[in-house]
C-alpha cells in the first residue's frame, strides 16, 4: 500500500466518524463531559474583510457609508487593511459613527522591536488602532512562512494584546492525495504548540479554514466539503485544549466567499463567519456578506430558544 493509498484511508475512517458523531455541538451534560460549554448558537458570527494589497473601492467615505447600513452590530465585523491605512480606517469609522467596527492587521512580526526593516510588530499594531491580526495566511505560506514561525507570531499577537485569526487549508495536490485532514492537523498541532499550557480564552482566538485551491481559482468548495473540515478543526482543537474551549473558540471559512453563497455557508454547523477577499473591497458587497451573517446569526438564536444546541 502506497503512503497515499493510507491517508485516503485514514482520512475516510476520521470521515466516517465524523458523520457517526452528527457534528460536534454535543451537551456536555449528555456526554458526562460535565460543566456548560458554550453551544453554537452562543458563539457570535465573525464576518472578516481582508483587503490584501489594496484600497478598498472606491473611496473610504462611500465605503462606510454602505456599511453604515449594513446590520453590522448582529454580528462582530472586522475589517483588515494594508497596515498604512490602519490609523486612518480607525479613526473613519469612529468620526462615522462606526465605533462597534473593528480594525485588525494581516500579518505581524513575532519580535518585539528591532532591525527588520518594512515589519510591524504587535504592539506598533496597537498603538495604531489594530485590535485583531491574521497569521498563517496561505499566501504568506506560499512565500516562505513556516508553521513555528506561525506558532510565534501567535504568541507575540497575544503579547501586544491582540486577537489572532489563525488561517489553515490545504492545496489542491493535498485534497487530491486525501490528505486534508493530515494537513490541518499538522497546521493547527504546530501552531498552537506553545499555547496548550496556557491556552488561550475563546475571543483571542480563532481559526479560518482557507482551501487554498477555492482562493481566486473560480473552483469552490462544496457545503459538506466545508462543513466537515471546520468540523475536524473543532475536533482538534479539542484534542489540543478541551471540550469546552473547543466550543467556545470561533471557526470561519475563507475561501471565494461572495454576497450569493455566504448565508448557506455562515448557517453550516461548524462555521462561525466567513473571511472574506475580493468581496470585501466594495462596501455594498460586503454589507451584503455582513447581511448575510446577521441572517444567520438570528437562525442560531431561533434554534436556541426552540433547544437546539
Same mark, same amino acid.
Given at each position: ?132 491580526? !491574521? /497569521? +498563517? ?8 512562512? *513556516? #508553521?513555528? =514561525?506561525? &506558532?510565534?507570531?501567535?504568541? %507575540? ?117 466567513? !473571511? /472574506? +477577499? ?8 460586503? *454589507? #451584503?456578506? =455582513?447581511? &448575510?451573517?446577521?441572517?444567520? %446569526? ?12
Amino acid at each position: 500500500m502506497t503512503r497515499a493509498e493510507l491517508e485516503r484511508l485514514v482520512e475516510q475512517a476520521v470521515r466516517e466518524v465524523l458523520a457517526r458523531m452528527g457534528g460536534h455541538d454535543v451537551d456536555p451534560a449528555r456526554t458526562g463531559d460535565g460543566g456548560a460549554g458554550q453551544p453554537r448558537g452562543e458563539r457570535r458570527i465573525l464576518v472578516a474583510g481582508n483587503w490584501k494589497m489594496n484600497p478598498c473601492q472606491p473611496d473610504l467615505g462611500s465605503y462606510l457609508a454602505a456599511l453604515a447600513g449594513a446590520p453590522t452590530r448582529e454580528v462582530d465585523t472586522l475589517l483588515l487593511p494594508p497596515a498604512v491605512l490602519i490609523s486612518g480606517l480607525r479613526r473613519a469609522c469612529d468620526a462615522a459613527g462606526l465605533r462597534h467596527l473593528e480594525v485588525g492587521a494581516q500579518d505581524l512580526h513575532p519580535e518585539k522591536k528591532g532591525a527588520h526593516t518594512g515589519e510591524h510588530s504587535g504592539a506598533l499594531l496597537f498603538d495604531a488602532g489594530a485590535r485583531h491580526a !491574521l /497569521v +498563517g495566511h496561505s499566501e504568506r505560506r506560499q512565500a516562505g512562512e *513556516g #508553521d513555528l =514561525v506561525v &506558532a510565534r507570531k501567535i504568541l %507575540a499577537g497575544w503579547d501586544a494584546g491582540l486577537s489572532v485569526m489563525l488561517c489553515v487549508g490545504e492545496s489542491l495536490g493535498e485534497r487530491k492525495r486525501g490528505s486534508t485532514f493530515r494537513v490541518l492537523r499538522q497546521q493547527l498541532m504546530l501552531a498552537l504548540s506553545g499555547t496548550a499550557i496556557s491556552p488561550p480564552s475563546g475571543h483571542r482566538l480563532s481559526v479560518a479554514y482557507e482551501p487554498v485551491w477555492a482562493i481566486g481559482t473560480g473552483e469552490r468548495a462544496t457545503p459538506a466539503q466545508i462543513q466537515e473540515a471546520c468540523a475536524f478543526i473543532r475536533q482538534v482543537l479539542a484534542e489540543t485544549y478541551d471540550f469546552h474551549l473547543a466550543r467556545a473558540i470561533r471557526v470561519l471559512y475563507g475561501g471565494s466567499v461572495t454576497p450569493e453563497n455566504a448565508l448557506e455557508v455562515m448557517s453550516l454547523p461548524d462555521v462561525d463567519g466567513v !473571511l /472574506v +477577499g475580493g468581496a470585501s473591497l466594495s462596501g455594498r458587497s460586503f *454589507g #451584503d456578506i =455582513v447581511a &448575510a451573517g446577521a441572517k444567520a %446569526a438570528a437562525g442560531r438564536a431561533t434554534a436556541r430558544r426552540e433547544g437546539s444546541p
